[in-house]
């Protein structure tokens, strides 16, 4: 994946992993804290997916090319997708069966048909910078305003995790979800390791907290 120090690596096995070449590790975000914060030793001591470690070296990639989030009662559907997944799981290229793609990665090839509405964002799966924030969250807005008119839309960046499920889960609270129910859509739907990185969900948190402010009547 786009991680400074993160390659792509096919396992003996036959799983494809996002794997940590630095020596560095990332906080298993199954065993944290309520707030986020820090590891919950107790949740810790018995979390399958970073087998008691609370750090996690390499990241499984998903099973699809894509997967459905939600289903909008105007017809609309939000989908979350990826470049790369598990060997068997499916056409990257999505072509015409989205209305509208999102794209936080790209790889020459894989554009949607013409035609299809695309909008391109490039960015690392690391750190937020700031100066993305204000693109997230047109893109973002475009995503809730084509969901919300009927239309089919997919975000995808390189494994259909990070970068898609922010801007996704951006889309998904501005239409009125809280994160930790975005948090378990998403993974429910596409796997545990969607939004791992800890930096994004804060980000999501962020934007939750600051609608909320704006919602709530002055006494």
Request: aromatic share 4%; charged share 25%; proline share 6%.
């Amino acid at each position: 994946m786009a991680h400074l120090g993160i390659v792509t690596r096919l396992l003996p096995d036959g799983t494809l992993v996002a794997e940590n070449t630095t020596g560095g590790s990332v906080p298993c975000p199954h065993c944290r804290t309520t707030d986020g914060q820090r590891q919950d030793l107790a949740k810790q001591a018995t979390c399958e997916p970073c087998a008691g470690r609370g750090v996690i070296t390499q990241i499984p990639f998903c099973d699809r090319q894509w997967d459905q989030v939600m289903a909008h009662p105007s017809g609309g559907g939000l989908w979350l997708g990826g470049h790369d997944c598990q060997p068997g799981g499916g056409d990257a290229k999505p072509r015409d069966r989205f209305d509208v793609v999102i794209s936080l990665f790209t790889r020459e090839g894989h554009e949607p048909a013409p035609g299809v509405e695309h909008h391109t964002h490039t960015m690392v799966d690391g750190p937020l910078d700031p100066a993305d924030h204000a693109r997230l969250d047109t893109l973002a807005e475009t995503t809730r305003q084509r969901v919300e008119q009927g239309q089919d839309v997919m975000v995808r960046c390189q494994a259909g995790m990070n970068r898609s499920g922010l801007v996704a889960g951006m889309a998904m609270i501005k239409m009125g979800w809280r994160t930790d129910d975005v948090l378990a859509r998403m993974r429910a739907a596409r796997g545990p390791w969607v939004l791992f990185n800890t930096a994004f969900v804060d980000h999501l948190r962020t934007i939750e907290d600051d609608l909320q402010r704006r919602e709530t009547p002055r006494a």
